[in-house]
């Protein structure tokens, strides 16, 4: 594959001016920061854009050999200078959003832990983006990655244990637990705090305080671990009182943070990447396989796109009869992609999505082939963009149940990859709402 043949959406230097950038948390970034210290910049908030050169402003940063240049801010007003190779430049830095997608699974950790303690006389009292704050800080106290409390039952006898487990990257981290940076972020810790005092999550704090056992439990925010084989972004566990062991509870959650639309991925354009994708729509594409590899050798994004037309093609011309079978099959088969991409097929993962002014909305899946048994779906190619996308959609309204598209990002040795990203449509949005 030609690496000058795509140019990524988180490219920085197709950035407009103004645009802000976070250091990454990769090798990268890790090798810049120390540099950055040295030179009294501030790594850990925004970057902002303030020219792509031919000035530099000292200091300048170097990135290996190459002449191209940016110049930033910190998020102190002090001017720095970047320049290199722009393969260097693009795995250094990073969008904004994937950081505060991070430091939302943080925060809506800590408003969970504080939910489970607020007990009163009353019963269980609703928190404040200052309960969240206060968790932060008393975990970053302790020195430890956990932070733990016990709190009295309603007969007052009997006392819980409440852990709340924060395992962030370092970037977010410093982030989460810095002071100054609370203004930041103050519309995810409201949508936080609006999701833990509604009656969806409640009645789980609730249940544990009237129960009269002496429960053990633990929320879970972990932005490391097995980031690839899991779903869940905050989990859940509790004592099992029968065996003695921890065990998964039935809260748990998929967090993504502001206008988000991706819930699955699967990477790569080799043609074992195109079985796996569309085999979980219950597609067999093995026929394809000598003229995808084949056309791929030479032209591979050419050979993407096919792939992505004849995929809309079949769809469309399977549920274009009268045939109750075929119909079935396709609502089978995309609700059992859905489920997979969202929740590994586990039904206790609840999708929380998090918008402005502190609102939040909840979404649910698995009963998602039910309600698309009254719905007429096909597909569409979608051709006339940078990368090929395939619709999912309602024949009568119009509207996009899921979408697939390529889109091509930097590797932290800054060569180009294909992902192929799963997106939810407004449709799957009124269909999974359980809960706004």
Same mark, same amino acid.
């Given at each position: 594959?030609?690496?000058?043949?795509?140019?990524?959406?988180?490219?920085?230097?197709?950035?407009?001016?103004?645009?802000?950038?976070?250091?990454?948390?990769?090798?990268?970034?890790?090798?810049?920061?120390?540099?950055?210290?040295?030179?009294?910049?501030?790594?850990?908030?925004?970057?902002?854009?303030? %020219?792509?050169?031919?000035?530099?402003?000292?200091?300048?940063?170097?990135? =290996? /050999?190459? *002449?191209?240049?940016? +110049?930033?801010? !910190?998020?102190?007003?002090?001017?720095?200078?970047?320049?290199?190779?722009?393969?260097?430049?693009?795995?250094?830095?990073?969008?904004?959003?994937?950081?505060?997608?991070?430091?939302?699974?943080?925060?809506?950790?800590?408003?969970?832990?504080?939910?489970?303690?607020?007990?009163?006389?009353?019963?269980?009292?609703?928190?404040?983006?200052?309960?969240?704050?206060?968790?932060?800080?008393?975990?970053?106290?302790?020195?430890?990655?956990?932070?733990?409390?016990?709190?009295?039952?309603?007969?007052?006898?009997?006392?819980?244990?409440?852990?709340?487990?924060?395992?962030?990257?370092?970037?977010?981290?410093?982030?989460?637990?810095?002071?100054?940076?609370?203004?930041?972020?103050?519309?995810?810790?409201?949508?936080?705090?609006?999701?833990?005092?509604? %009656?969806?999550?409640?009645?789980?704090?609730?249940?544990?305080?009237?129960? =009269? /056992?002496? *429960?053990?439990?633990? +929320?879970?925010? !972990?932005?490391?671990?097995?980031?690839?084989?899991?779903?869940?972004?905050?989990?859940?566990?509790?004592?099992?009182?029968?065996?003695?062991?921890?065990?998964?509870?039935?809260?748990?959650?998929?967090?993504?943070?502001?206008?988000?639309?991706?819930?699955?991925?699967?990477?790569?354009?080799?043609?074992?990447?195109?079985?796996?994708?569309?085999?979980?729509?219950?597609?067999?594409?093995?026929?394809?396989?000598?003229?995808?590899?084949?056309?791929?050798?030479?032209?591979?994004?050419?050979?993407?796109?096919?792939?992505?037309?004849?995929?809309?093609?079949?769809?469309?011309?399977?549920?274009?009869?009268?045939?109750?079978?075929?119909?079935?099959?396709?609502?089978?088969?995309?609700?059992?992609?859905?489920?997979?991409?969202?929740?590994?097929?586990?039904?206790?993962?609840?999708?929380?999505?998090?918008?402005?002014?502190?609102?939040? /909305?909840?979404?649910?899946?698995?009963?998602?082939?039910?309600?698309?048994?009254?719905?007429?779906?096909?597909?569409?190619?979608?051709?006339?963009?940078?990368?090929?996308?395939?619709?999912?959609?309602?024949?009568?309204?119009?509207?996009?149940?899921?979408?697939?598209?390529?889109?091509?990002?930097?590797?932290?040795?800054?060569?180009?990859?294909?992902?192929?990203?799963?997106?939810?449509?407004?449709?799957?949005?009124?269909?999974?709402?359980?809960?706004?």
């Amino acid at each position: 594959m030609k690496t000058n043949e795509f140019i990524t959406e988180a490219s920085v230097m197709s950035k407009p001016v103004g645009y802000s950038l976070l250091l990454s948390d990769g090798v990268a970034g890790k090798q810049v920061k120390p540099f950055l210290i040295d030179a009294g910049i501030q790594p850990t908030g925004e970057l902002k854009i303030v %020219s792509f050169g031919p000035k530099l402003v000292e200091p300048i940063i170097k990135l =290996g /050999k190459g *002449d191209d240049v940016v +110049v930033f801010t !910190d998020a102190k007003g002090k001017s720095f200078t970047v320049q290199g190779s722009k393969s260097n430049i693009e795995k250094t830095f990073v969008n904004p959003t994937a950081n505060k997608g991070e430091i939302a699974e943080g925060l809506l950790g800590a408003a969970m832990f504080a939910k489970f303690v607020a007990r009163n006389l009353d019963g269980i009292g609703a928190i404040t983006v200052d309960n969240i704050w206060n968790t932060v800080y008393n975990l970053k106290r302790s020195g430890q990655d956990q932070y733990s409390v016990s709190v009295k039952d309603t007969n007052n006898k009997i006392a819980d244990q409440v852990t709340f487990v924060l395992r962030l990257k370092s970037a977010p981290y410093a982030a989460l637990t810095d002071p100054a940076q609370q203004a930041n972020y103050l519309e995810l810790a409201q949508s936080a705090v609006a999701y833990v005092n509604s %009656s969806h999550a409640e009645r789980y704090s609730n249940y544990f305080y009237t129960n =009269g /056992k002496a *429960d053990v439990i633990r +929320v879970i925010s !972990d932005g490391v671990s097995d980031e690839t084989g899991r779903k869940t972004d905050i989990e859940l566990e509790i004592l099992d009182h029968k065996t003695g062991n921890m065990r998964r509870g039935k809260l748990n959650i998929s967090l993504k943070a502001g206008p988000v639309k991706q819930f699955g991925q699967v990477g790569g354009i080799e043609f074992k990447s195109m079985r796996e994708l569309w085999g979980r729509f219950g597609i067999n594409v093995d026929k394809l396989e000598t003229f995808y590899t084949d056309m791929a050798s030479t032209d591979p994004q050419g050979a993407l796109g096919t792939m992505y037309d004849k995929i809309a093609e079949y769809i469309a011309k399977s549920v274009a009869g009268d045939n109750e079978v075929d119909e079935y099959d396709l609502v089978k088969n995309v609700a059992s992609a859905i489920n997979y991409f969202a929740t590994l097929n586990d039904p206790s993962v609840s999708l929380v999505q998090f918008g402005t002014k502190g609102r939040y /909305k909840v979404l649910r899946f698995s009963a998602i082939a039910n309600k698309l048994r009254s719905i007429n779906l096909s597909a569409k190619y979608i051709g006339n963009k940078a990368t090929p996308e395939v619709h999912i959609f309602d024949t009568v309204s119009g509207a996009t149940l899921i979408s697939v598209r390529a889109k091509r990002s930097f590797n932290d040795k800054g060569e180009v990859y294909i992902r192929n990203i799963i997106e939810k449509g407004q449709l799957l949005d009124e269909l999974g709402a359980v809960a706004k």
